[in-house]
T-cell receptor, first 115, second 113 residues
Framework: GAGVSQSPSNKVTEKGKDVELRCDPISGHTALYWYRQSLGQGLEFLIYFQGNSAPDKSGLPSDRFSAERTGGSVSTLTIQRTQQEDSAVYLC?????????????FGQGTRLTVV | DQQVKQNSPSLSVQEGRISILNCDYTNSMFDYFLWYKKYPAEGPTFLISISSIKDKNEDGRFTVFLNKSAKHLSLHIVPSQPGDSAVYFCAASGRNTGNQFYFGTGTSLTVIP
């Protein structure tokens, strides 16, 4: 596709359940990011993938959060044992690389609601 | 530690006038700055960027100004249009600042017809 695609667009889950969020980046983009935006907050960095390098997981808020990127393309963000504070819009972005002069393109986001 | 700050959560401007959105940063290693626009229920869309080697970049109605000594950048929209009403995020990155774009908390712009 032409842009970053995320699925599902909306997800309501019960507290304690696991969820998987999917991101299809722009073809050819080697860098992939996950951010989240909680109500009234800015964009919070979660994790970064670049090519075959080890991901930068420094933004993951707890060990309930994990992400993988298969074949350098599609990425899945998994949240285990969801809590109400995990409710947010989860945004995926991709870019050609991070040389300090390339913009990131965002998907439409997945709105996660934990009830 | 918020390295990119947008101190005005909201701004209202009359249609046809200039909108000025401000952003401050703390890390002098940032060398690339971006503005994103976000409508409700959509992801942020890239608007305009500027490299630290420049102090101004213009694209149509949008101009970004960078003052490195003050660690300040601003986005000017002129003339403002109702369709410009959205949340605007400032972001920064750098070759030596880690593997992410650092975002501000956003400024909600309302252009009044």
């Amino acid at each position: 596709g032409a842009g970053v695609s995320q699925s599902p667009s909306n997800k309501v889950t019960e507290k304690g359940k696991d969820v998987e969020l999917r991101c299809d980046p722009i073809s050819g983009h080697t860098a992939l990011y996950w951010y989240r935006q909680s109500l009234g907050q800015g964009l919070e960095f979660l994790i970064y993938f670049q090519g075959n390098s080890a991901p930068d997981k420094s933004g993951l808020p707890s060990d309930r959060f994990s992400a993988e990127r298969t074949g350098g393309s599609v990425s899945t963000l998994t949240i285990q044992r969801t809590q109400q504070e995990d409710s947010a819009v989860y945004l995926c972005a991709s870019s050609l690389d991070l040389t300090g002069s390339t913009e990131a393109f965002f998907g439409q986001g997945t709105r996660l609601t934990v009830v | 530690d918020q390295q990119v700050k947008q101190n005005s959560p909201s701004l209202s401007v009359q249609e046809g006038r200039i909108s000025i959105l401000n952003c401050d940063y703390t890390n002098s290693m940032f060398d690339y700055f971006l503005w994103y626009k976000k409508y409700p229920a959509e992801g942020p869309t890239f608007l305009i960027s500027i490299s630290s080697i420049k102090d101004k970049n213009e694209d149509g109605r949008f101009t970004v100004f960078l003052n490195k000594s003050a660690k300040h950048l601003s986005l000017h929209i002129v003339p403002s249009q109702p369709g410009d009403s959205a949340v605007y995020f400032c972001a920064a990155s750098g070759r030596n600042t880690g593997n992410q774009f650092y975002f501000g908390t956003g400024t909600s712009l309302t252009v009044i017809p």
